[in-house]
């Protein structure tokens, strides 16, 4: 595989997903999907749309990455079953990249990035990372929680960066906690304190960049070996 491979990314995780095709981490063409559309509709379509756009056919890839979760049940099966079908077909390998170390290389250099999706119920996902030039390091483990349980467990770090779709609809928690705790709260990244930074329209440009990376030391599977992280039960699980 070349230094720089030419990757197809596919984001499904999120309601409106999105798909990219860069070369090494330089981004050559991207789309962001329809939040109100399933991706089961609108997926193939998108992935046709943004080879064209970047001049490439599907012959001409070298690997396939693509955001394995935690998010949108439906979603991320959808996408995983998508790129291990083209793996598969092409004989390309793959790069598994959760989704909130995405989200989260998305804020760029952070000591603390809390990344937060919703995960339905008034709950979500969360995981906090700490992100620098060359790496996004978990500092913890992924977890379904409430917006409650979110706060107790990041409220005693002075300065964070909150981010993702989950960040954003709970703003108004966030902002009250850092009041009470008489932290600074800001919608930038301008000091100390905690701040809310907005998701990035195109995840999959973050999933392309991070499998770059990942590619480079040779951490790519096969595609039988792609497996979703869930976090939680489904709602079937749960009812049992």
Same mark, same amino acid.
């Given at each position: 595989m070349s230094a720089e491979p030419l990757i197809l990314s596919v984001e499904t995780a999120t309601l409106a997903g999105a798909v990219a095709v860069s070369k090494?981490?330089? #981004?050559i063409a991207s789309l962001a999907g329809d939040k109100n559309t399933s991706h089961s509709? $609108?997926? *193939?379509?998108? #992935?046709d749309t &943004? *080879?064209? !756009?970047?001049g490439r056919t599907l012959a001409e890839l070298d690997l396939f990455a693509v955001a394995t979760g935690p998010g949108s049940f439906t979603g991320l099966r959808i996408g995983i079953a998508t790129v291990k079908g083209l793996s598969f077909t092409l004989g390309r390998p793959c790069i598994p990249i959760? $989704?909130?170390e995405a989200i989260a290389h998305s804020v760029g250099v952070c000591e603390r990035v809390v990344a937060a999706l919703p995960a339905g119920r008034g709950e979500v996902f969360v995981q906090m990372f700490s992100v620098s030039a060359d790496a996004v390091t978990p500092l913890d483990d992924p977890v379904h929680i409430s917006p $409650?349980?979110? *706060?107790e467990k990041y409220g005693a770090f002075n300065n964070i960066?909150? &981010?993702?779709?989950?960040? &954003? &609809?709970?703003? /108004?928690? #966030?902002? $009250?906690?850092? /009041?009470?705790?008489? !932290?600074r709260f800001s919608e930038d990244q301008s000091g100390e304190g905690w701040c809310l930074i907005r998701p990035p329209v195109n995840l999959a440009e973050y999933v392309a960049m991070l499998a770059s990376r990942k590619a480079q030391s040779n951490e790519v599977q096969d595609a039988k070996d792609l497996r979703a992280i869930y976090v939680r039960p489904s709602d079937a699980e749960l009812k049992t």
């Open positions: 090494g981490e330089q #981004i509709n $609108t997926l *193939l379509r998108e #992935i &943004v *080879l064209n !756009s970047a959760p $989704t909130l $409650t349980a979110m *706060l960066c909150w &981010v993702g779709d989950g960040a &954003v &609809v709970h703003r /108004d928690k #966030i902002k $009250t906690w850092a /009041d009470h705790a008489g !932290s």
